[in-house]
Structures are given as structure tokens and as C-alpha cells.
């Protein structure tokens, strides 16, 4: 595919030979139009040497072949990064000054914009007016990251991570409005994610082998399509919160009673629920202050167990008008039934408008594994399958979840507690 990035003048350029990389590994011809300014970050060798192609800034430079005009017809996606509010404004208005902002003119091919200023110039008025125009005209702006910008400074503004911002632009350049970086655009989304533990002693816990990746999975893929995501993670190995974006709110819980306490609460001002979460069905009738010890003669005291809430049904039973939920339901088929003929029975018990059934076992399921899911709806009927890795499934998730948005009332966006976040801040 023959990609045009374009790098304005922000000190996130620094980051941004990370995305040319990626995208030559892919096997893509990538040619860099930096801004004069761009070049004080990232010097002209630096972009000619990665990309194996001439660097220009200027129209007057390559005149005799039009560049600006030959450029964005060759193009099949164009990428800018970062996208200062300076370039944001300048493409809004149509300037066209320089070789980026005029080639940003004649291109036809799908447009990505990846932002990064501070917290006070995006939240300013005319920034978030410039972003509004450039997303009607059909440019996929992706939203800023929330974290830690130049000196001291934090907040929305960051450049999402350069894996975000390829992940993006070649999903908008694969066509269709499936995972184009907005159309989960303006919804407050909570996942839940990871394994409850219900602690016996000090020492021992009740769990799961869950290890969130799937949950993980959903929060990054729902930032990447523009939504405002709140993860709550149970238990979560850090090396599997690394993948989540830095725009995404992370709440760790340990218990069952923590997760139902932090989903409850998150739910009230969210659009769309997932409960991703492998939940403990059950927790010690009473927790040991010390570690339990086996008897002189080998006997162990027997244990109590008591039944957890069943967080899932209790989301359902307290939803909002127009609230989305969306459920996870881990499988093995036995004597009694199948994988689906228990997911079945669960989708009519729960009650979530999606269920997401995916069998567990060995090299399936949980862990760094490949999933799979069937979706059901209350009724328990089949709406389809997918698998893959765990970003493929969260794909046919969120899938899934906007058709059912753009299936109810014509709008794409329900009315749930609160007014809807519009435009969001990062």
C-alpha cells in the first residue's frame, strides 16, 4: 500500500519513526511530509533514511512533477502524526501552505489524524471545533491520550502510542466503518477484565485462570474506535495492562465484591457495559486472619463456601434507558450439553443483550491463546461467530455492539442517565 505520513512540528515527532517502522515492516511504501517545523525535531536523514524515499516540505520543491497533486492521487491512506493544533486548524480551514497542508487537499484516500498538544490547547474551543469539521468531512481523528505531556505537565493532549496509531490507520485503509478509529465515538464505555480472587487466609485465595487479556483486548480496541473507556481489572498481571492505552481509566478491584462495587458504579454514566470478567462463584463463609494449618495427623478443617452475587444479572436488572450489556460467558461442554446449549440457557438466564459464549480448554480460551466466541441475545438466539486473537475477537465484539446501536431508534448514540459525552476531551 503506498502511504503518505505526514509529521507536523510537536515534540511527540520523536516517536513518531516508531510508526514509519512499523508500517515499512509491514511491507508498505511510506512516503514522510514533514512541516519545516518538523524537521527541528526530526532532522530530514532520519525520515529519508527509514523510509528510503526523498523528504520534502515545500511545493516548490519537486515542482516540475506537482508533487502536492501527484502525491495525494498516488496515496491509499495518509497519516498524520502528530497532529499539532496548528495542523489541525490549518486543515480545517483548507490552508494550504506548505507541501503537507496541500497535499492534504488533493488526497481522496482515507485520512488518519493523531493529535498531540497540550491539555489546555485541546480542550480549547476552537480545537475541539476544528476536530468536530474534520470528523463531518469524514477524517478519522483519533482521540488524544490521556498521560504525561511536555515538562511536568498531564492530561489529555498526549500521542496515542505509535501501535495505536498504525492499528488505526490501517483499519481505516482497509475500508468500511468497522473499526475506522470513530464509530464508537461519544459513548462511555466500562469493561470489566481479569478474575476475582476470594481470599481463605494470608496466604490462599479462590480464583480463576483468567488473565484479562480478552478484557484488555476490549478496552484498547474501543479507545481505538473513539469511545471513552473505563477498565475495571481484577487481578491483572501489569504486563497485560501495558497494552492498554493511556487514555483509558484503569480501576483495580480484587474481590467479587469489589468488582460488583466499581462495575455498579461505573455502569451508572456509561452508554455500554461489558462484564469480560471471570467472576468467583463462590467465597469462603468466613476469611482466616492466619494461615490455615493441616492437623498433626494430616486432616484439614472442612470449608464453608457461600454464593457470590451474580454481577452480570444485577447490571441487567438496574439498567439504564437505551444502556447496552454485554456479557462473557466461559464454556466447556459436558454430559448435560454443549458449549452452546449451556451459553443458550445462560443468555435467557442473564438477560444481557449481547452474550459473548467462548469455549475453554486447552490452547483455547484463556491466557495468551487464541478465543473464540458465539454472540446471543436474551432469547438465546445466535447472531453470529468470530475468532482469532484476542484483538480479532474484540473486534466482532464491538461489531456487533454498533449494529445493535444503529438498530435502535436511528441514533447511534442512547440516552443513558446522563446527556451524551459528544465530543470527548481525551
Known sequence: MRILLGVSGGIAAYKVPSVLRSLREDGHA??????????????????????????????????????????????????????????????????????????????????????????????????????????????????????????????????PEPHEIVDVALAAAAGGDDHDGSDLHGLRVVISAGGTREPLDPVRFLGNRSSGRQGVALAAKAAAR?????????????????????????????????????????????????????????????????????????????LELVQNPDILAGLVAGRREGQIIVGFAAETGDADGSVLDHGRAKARRKGADLLAVNAVGADVGFGDVPNEVHLLDASGSDLGAGGGSKDDVAHVVWDAVVRLLNSRSGSETPTVGTPAAGRLSG
Do not use: Y
Open 226 to 302: 473513539g469511545a471513552q473507556v473505563h477498565l475495571v481489572a481484577a487481578n491483572v498481571d501489569s504486563s497485560v495492562l501495558a497494552a492498554v492505552p493511556g487514555n483509558v481509566q484503569i480501576t483495580s478491584v480484587e474481590t467479587t465484591a469489589e468488582l460488583q462495587d466499581a462495575m455498579l458504579e461505573a455502569s451508572a454514566a456509561s452508554h455500554v457495559v461489558v462484564m469480560a470478567a471471570a467472576v468467583a462463584d463462590f467465597r469462603p463463609a468466613r476469611t482466616r486472619t492466619e494461615k490455615t494449618k493441616k492437623h498433626a495427623d494430616g486432616s484439614v478443617e472442612s
Open 30 to 159: 511510506v512516503r514522510v511530509i514533514p512541516t519545516r517545523a518538523a524537521l527541528d525535531f526530526v532532522g530530514r536523514a532520519t525520515w529519508e533514511a527509514l523510509s528510503g524515499e526523498p523528504v520534502t516540505t515545500s511545493v516548490f520543491e519537486g515542482a516540475e512533477s506537482v508533487d502536492h497533486v501527484r502525491l495525494g492521487r498516488e496515496a491509499e491512506l495518509m497519516v498524520v502524526a502528530p497532529a499539532t493544533a496548528d495542523l489541525l486548524a490549518r486543515a480545517a480551514a483548507g490552508i494550504a501552505d506548505d507541501l503537507l497542508t496541500a497535499t492534504l487537499l488533493t488526497v481522496t484516500c482515507p485520512v488518519v489524524l493523531a493529535p498531540a498538544m497540550h491539555t489546555e490547547m485541546w480542550l480549547h474551543p476552537a480545537t475541539q471545533r476544528n476536530v468536530e469539521t474534520l470528523r463531518e468531512r469524514g477524517v478519522h481523528v483519533i482521540d488524544p491520550a490521556v498521560g504525561r505531556l511536555t515538562g511536568a505537565d498531564s492530561g489529555p493532549g498526549r500521542m
